[in-house]
Nanobody, 123 residues
Framework: QVQLVESGGGLVQAGGSLRLSCAAS????????MGWFRRGPGKEREFVAN????????YYADSVKGRFTISRDNAKNTVYLQMNNLKPEDTAVYYC????????????????WGQGTQVTVSS
């Protein structure tokens, strides 16, 4: 069992930055790849970023590439999402999850989701 708690969301103006954190407890955090997804108003959940167990490989959705950075600190059992140059279309609830199998782009390969943190970007 793994428990995930996201934090760091909030209200920010377009062009601003936020850093989300996802704190994990339970099973050995460093064994697993991790991902961030988001669900915007009236939209389906979509992939944002993924990081492998060591942090040596990262993957991003095209919509956030160059603006968002995923990282992890295995000593702190935490994965981060640094979001820069935020846009109104980034407004969503952001979720972290443990990636177990399959493509990193699809939620079906993930388990143990957090409760989410709201990010609102005003224009």
């Amino acid at each position: 069992q793994v428990q995930l708690v996201e934090s760091g969301g909030g209200l920010v103006q377009a062009g601003g930055s936020l850093r989300l954190s996802c704190a994990a407890s339970g099973r050995t955090f460093s064994n697993f790849a991790m991902g961030w997804f988001r669900r915007g108003p009236g939209k389906e959940r979509e992939f944002v970023a993924n990081i492998n167990w060591s942090g040596s490989s990262t993957y991003y959705a095209d919509s956030v590439k160059g603006r968002f950075t995923i990282s992890r600190d295995n000593a702190k059992n935490t994965v981060y999402l640094q979001m820069n140059n935020l846009k109104p279309e980034d407004t969503a609830v952001y979720y972290c999850a443990v990636h177990y199998s399959g493509s990193y782009r699809y939620p079906g390969g993930y388990d143990y989701w957090g409760q989410g943190t709201q990010v609102t970007v005003s224009s």
